[in-house]
C-alpha cells in the first residue's frame, strides 16, 4: 500500500526576506504500485517535492498525503515505508558496503543476524556479491549507487522514491542501472515516484510522466504505454511534446 | 608502485631524523667541552642522571604521576567539553547562551589559572585537575561543536528517510561522523597539557615531573633540568603516538591519501 495523492501543494521560501516559490499548486496521484517519472527543468522545485513526500519539509500550503497520513506531520508513522534513492550514493563512508545496505534495518531494529542475511541478499540482487566488506571509497560510482539502491530496498518499503538516481553517472553504467532498477521495480511490486530532468529516462521508466512547469506545477499528465516505449517514433513525438512543454511553461494538447 | 612508495616514505623521515638529531648532538657534546657544565653539561651527564633517577625510583614514579595528571585532566576536559559542544551543536539555541562563557574561560590565560585554582582549591591533585579542566574543555567544546555542525546534511536527510529515534540519529550518524574531529582535539590538546601541567607542578606541587625540574634548578644541575625535559618530551611524543596509532585502527575507512 502507498497511494500518494497531493492537492494545491505549494512551498515558498523565505531566505533572506525575499520570498521564492519553488512549488506552486501542484495536485497529482500516484496509485499504489505505479511508477511515476517527475521532469522538469533543473531547479523547478523537483527536490523539494521530493523533501516534501519524504517528510523533511513542511508544505506552505496544499496537503500531500500517503495512504491518508502526512508524511511530515505523522512523521513516525512512515518508519520503514519509505525509502530514497538520492542523487548522490550518501553512503556511510565509515561503514562498509554490507553495513551500508543494512543501515535502514538497523534503525528499525532488526535483529543483526536477520539484517546480515536480509542486507547480504539485496547486495547479491544488484550484482555486488563478494563486496560485502568494501568500504564505499574502494567502490565505484556505479558500484556505490548500486548500494545505495539496495539499501532503499532492503527495509522492504512501501514507496519508493528516486531522486536523479543515475544523474552522476556515466551513460553506459547508468543505461545498466536503470535496467536492473526497473526489474527490482517489478519483481517487488512497489510504488515508485522518479523525479528526473531527463526526458528519455522519464519516459524508459514511468508508467506515466508527470511534467513540472516552473515553479513545479503540472504542466501534463501522460501516461505512457508499453507501444509507446518500444516504438522509437511514438518516443520522439512524446519526448518533442514534453520539451515544447517545459519550453512554454504550459500544457501542450 | 603505490604500496612501495608508502613503504619507503616513513623510512626515508626516519633517516633524515636520525640525522638531523645525530648533528645536534655531535655539536652539543663538542659546545660540552668549550662552555661550563652548568650551561652545557656534556651527554654523558645527562645519561648519569637517568641512572640515578632511575635508582632513586623517581624516574619511573613522578613520570607515571604527571602522565596520569595529563590524562585524568583531558578525559575530564574531554567529557565536560565534549558534552558541552554536543548539547551545543544538537539545540542550537544553547549555543548562543553558552559560547560567550566558553570562549571567556578560553581567554583565561592558563597561568592565571594556575593561580586561581591554587586559592580555590586545596590538595594538589584537586588543583591540578581544576587546572587541566579549565584550561582544555573549551578546546574540546569547541572543535566537537564544529563537527557536530559539519555532519553532512545529505547522509542526515537519508537517514530521516528511514524514521531513526532522536537516540539513533545520535549513536549511528553524529558519533561515528566527528570521531575524527574527536581524535584531532586530543592531539591538539594532549601538547598544550603537557605543557600547562608542568607549570602547576612547578608552582604548586611536591612530586611529578615540574617539581623535580624546579629541585634540580634550584641545585643548579643543568644536566637534572635537561633529564627530565627530555623526559617530558617524550612522554608527549609517546601519547601523540598512541592516538595516531587509535587514528589508524578507528579510521580504517578513510581513503589513504599519502
Same mark, same amino acid.
Given at each position: 500500500? $502507498?497511494?500518494?495523492e497531493?492537492r494545491?501543494?505549494?512551498?515558498?521560501?523565505?531566505?533572506?526576506?525575499d520570498?521564492?516559490?519553488?512549488v506552486?499548486?501542484?495536485?497529482?496521484?500516484?496509485?499504489?504500485g505505479?511508477?511515476?517519472?517527475?521532469v522538469?527543468r533543473?531547479?523547478c522545485?523537483?527536490s523539494?517535492?521530493?523533501?516534501?513526500i519524504l517528510g523533511?519539509?513542511?508544505?506552505?500550503?496544499?496537503? *500531500?498525503? *500517503?495512504?491518508?497520513k502526512e508524511?511530515?506531520?505523522?512523521?513516525?508513522y512512515?518508519?520503514?515505508r519509505?525509502?530514497?534513492?538520492?542523487?548522490?550514493?550518501?553512503?556511510?563512508?565509515?561503514?562498509? $558496503?554490507?553495513?551500508?545496505?543494512?543501515?535502514?534495518?538497523? *534503525?528499525?531494529?532488526?535483529?543483526e543476524?536477520d539484517?546480515?542475511l536480509r542486507?547480504?541478499r539485496?547486495l547479491?540482487?544488484?550484482?555486488?556479491g563478494g563486496?560485502?566488506?568494501?568500504?564505499?571509497h574502494?567502490?565505484?560510482?556505479?558500484?556505490?549507487q548500486?548500494?545505495? *539502491?539496495?539499501?532503499?530496498?532492503?527495509?522492504?518499503?512501501?514507496?519508493?522514491?528516486?531522486?536523479? $538516481?543515475?544523474?552522476?553517472?556515466d551513460?553506459?553504467?547508468?543505461?545498466?542501472?536503470?535496467?536492473?532498477?526497473?526489474?527490482?521495480v517489478r519483481e517487488?511490486?512497489?510504488?515508485?515516484?522518479? /523525479?528526473?530532468?531527463? /526526458?528519455?529516462?522519464?519516459i524508459e521508466?514511468?508508467?506515466?510522466v508527470?511534467?513540472?512547469?516552473?515553479?513545479?506545477?503540472?504542466?501534463?499528465?501522460?501516461? /505512457?504505454?508499453?507501444?509507446?516505449?518500444?516504438?522509437?517514433? $511514438?518516443?520522439e513525438e512524446?519526448k518533442?511534446? /514534453?520539451?515544447?512543454?517545459i519550453?512554454a511553461?504550459?500544457?501542450?494538447? | 608502485?603505490?604500496?612501495?612508495?608508502?613503504?619507503s616514505?616513513?623510512h626515508?623521515?626516519?633517516l633524515?631524523?636520525?640525522?638531523?638529531?645525530g648533528?645536534?648532538?655531535?655539536?652539543?657534546q663538542?659546545?660540552?667541552?668549550?662552555?661550563?657544565e652548568?650551561?652545557?653539561?656534556?651527554l654523558?651527564?645527562?645519561?648519569?642522571?637517568?641512572?640515578?633517577?632511575?635508582?632513586?625510583?623517581?624516574l619511573v614514579s613522578?613520570?607515571?604521576?604527571t602522565?596520569?595528571?595529563?590524562?585524568?585532566?583531558?578525559i575530564g576536559?574531554f567529557?565536560?567539553?565534549?558534552?558541552l559542544?554536543?548539547?551545543?551543536g544538537?539545540?542550537?539555541?544553547?549555543?548562543?547562551?553558552?559560547?560567550?562563557?566558553?570562549?571567556?574561560?578560553?581567554?583565561?590565560?592558563?597561568?592565571?589559572w594556575?593561580?586561581?585554582?591554587?586559592?580555590?582549591?586545596?590538595?594538589t591533585?584537586?588543583?591540578?585537575f581544576?587546572?587541566?579542566?579549565?584550561?582544555?574543555?573549551?578546546?574540546?567544546?569547541h572543535?566537537?561543536l564544529?563537527?557536530?555542525?559539519?555532519?553532512? =546534511?545529505e547522509l542526515?536527510?537519508m537517514?530521516?528517510?528511514?524514521?531513526?529515534?532522536?537516540?539513533?540519529?545520535?549513536r549511528?550518524?553524529?558519533?561515528?561522523?566527528?570521531?575524527?574531529?574527536?581524535?584531532?582535539?586530543?592531539?591538539?590538546?594532549?601538547?598544550?597539557?603537557?605543557?600547562v601541567?608542568?607549570?602547576?607542578e612547578?608552582?604548586?606541587?611536591?612530586?611529578?615531573?615540574?617539581?623535580?625540574m624546579?629541585?634540580?634548578?634550584?641545585?643548579?644541575?643543568m644536566?637534572?633540568?635537561?633529564a627530565?625535559?627530555l623526559?617530558?618530551?617524550?612522554?608527549?611524543?609517546?601519547l601523540?603516538?598512541?592516538?595516531t596509532?587509535s587514528?589508524?585502527?578507528l579510521?580504517?575507512w578513510?581513503?589513504?591519501? =599519502?
Amino acid at each position: 500500500m $502507498a497511494k500518494i495523492e497531493c492537492r494545491n501543494l505549494s512551498k515558498v521560501f523565505n531566505a533572506g526576506g525575499d520570498p521564492f516559490e519553488a512549488v506552486s499548486d501542484l495536485s497529482f496521484s500516484v496509485d499504489t504500485g505505479e511508477l511515476v517519472s517527475v521532469v522538469g527543468r533543473t531547479g523547478c522545485g523537483k527536490s523539494s517535492t521530493l523533501h516534501m513526500i519524504l517528510g523533511l519539509e513542511r508544505p506552505t500550503s496544499g496537503s *500531500i498525503t *500517503i495512504d491518508d497520513k502526512e508524511p511530515y506531520t505523522d512523521f513516525g508513522y512512515f518508519r520503514g515505508r519509505l525509502a530514497a534513492v538520492f542523487q548522490t550514493d550518501r553512503l556511510l563512508p565509515w561503514r562498509k $558496503a554490507l553495513d551500508n545496505v543494512a543501515y535502514g534495518l538497523e *534503525i528499525l531494529r532488526v535483529p543483526e543476524a536477520d539484517r546480515r542475511l536480509r542486507a547480504q541478499r539485496w547486495l547479491e540482487k544488484v550484482g555486488l556479491g563478494g563486496f560485502e566488506n568494501a568500504y564505499p571509497h574502494q567502490l565505484s560510482g556505479g558500484m556505490r549507487q548500486r548500494v545505495g *539502491i539496495a539499501r532503499a530496498f532492503c527495509v522492504d518499503p512501501d514507496l519508493v522514491l528516486c531522486d536523479e $538516481a543515475f544523474g552522476h553517472l556515466d551513460q553506459v553504467t547508468a543505461t545498466q542501472l536503470r535496467g536492473d532498477f526497473l526489474d527490482l521495480v517489478r519483481e517487488s511490486q512497489k510504488t515508485s515516484v522518479f /523525479i528526473t530532468h531527463d /526526458i528519455d529516462e522519464a519516459i524508459e521508466l514511468g508508467n506515466r510522466v508527470l511534467v513540472l512547469g516552473k515553479p513545479a506545477c503540472l504542466l501534463m499528465d501522460l501516461a /505512457i504505454s508499453e507501444e509507446v516505449k518500444r516504438d522509437p517514433g $511514438a518516443r520522439e513525438e512524446m519526448k518533442t511534446r /514534453i520539451v515544447n512543454s517545459i519550453e512554454a511553461n504550459q500544457p501542450i494538447g | 608502485m603505490e604500496s612501495s612508495q608508502s613503504a619507503s616514505a616513513p623510512h626515508r623521515f626516519n633517516l633524515a631524523a636520525i640525522l638531523s638529531v645525530g648533528l645536534l648532538l655531535i655539536f652539543w657534546q663538542i659546545a660540552s667541552f668549550l662552555l661550563p657544565e652548568f650551561i652545557v653539561p656534556g651527554l654523558q651527564l645527562i645519561g648519569l642522571e637517568f641512572v640515578k633517577m632511575f635508582e632513586e625510583g623517581t624516574l619511573v614514579s613522578d613520570s607515571a604521576l604527571t602522565l596520569l595528571r595529563v590524562m585524568l585532566g583531558l578525559i575530564g576536559g574531554f567529557i565536560f567539553g565534549g558534552a558541552l559542544g554536543l548539547l551545543m551543536g544538537l539545540a542550537r539555541r544553547s549555543e548562543d547562551y553558552l559560547m560567550p562563557l566558553i570562549n571567556f574561560v578560553m581567554g583565561v590565560p592558563a597561568l592565571s589559572w594556575t593561580l586561581i585554582v591554587i586559592l580555590w582549591f586545596r590538595g594538589t591533585e584537586t588543583r591540578i585537575f581544576a587546572l587541566m579542566l579549565a584550561v582544555s574543555f573549551p578546546v574540546f567544546a569547541h572543535s566537537i561543536l564544529d563537527a557536530v555542525k559539519g555532519v553532512s =546534511r545529505e547522509l542526515l536527510e537519508m537517514t530521516l528517510a528511514f524514521r531513526p529515534t532522536r537516540a539513533q540519529v545520535l549513536r549511528l550518524l553524529i558519533l561515528p561522523s566527528i570521531v575524527p574531529s574527536i581524535l584531532t582535539a586530543w592531539k591538539v590538546s594532549i601538547g598544550f597539557a603537557v605543557r600547562v601541567v608542568i607549570v602547576a607542578e612547578l608552582v604548586g606541587a611536591s612530586t611529578g615531573v615540574g617539581y623535580r625540574m624546579v629541585q634540580q634548578q634550584s641545585l643548579l644541575n643543568m644536566s637534572g633540568v635537561l633529564a627530565w625535559t627530555l623526559i617530558l618530551v617524550l612522554l608527549g611524543l609517546v601519547l601523540q603516538g598512541l592516538i595516531t596509532k587509535s587514528e589508524q585502527s578507528l579510521l580504517k575507512w578513510r581513503p589513504t591519501t =599519502r
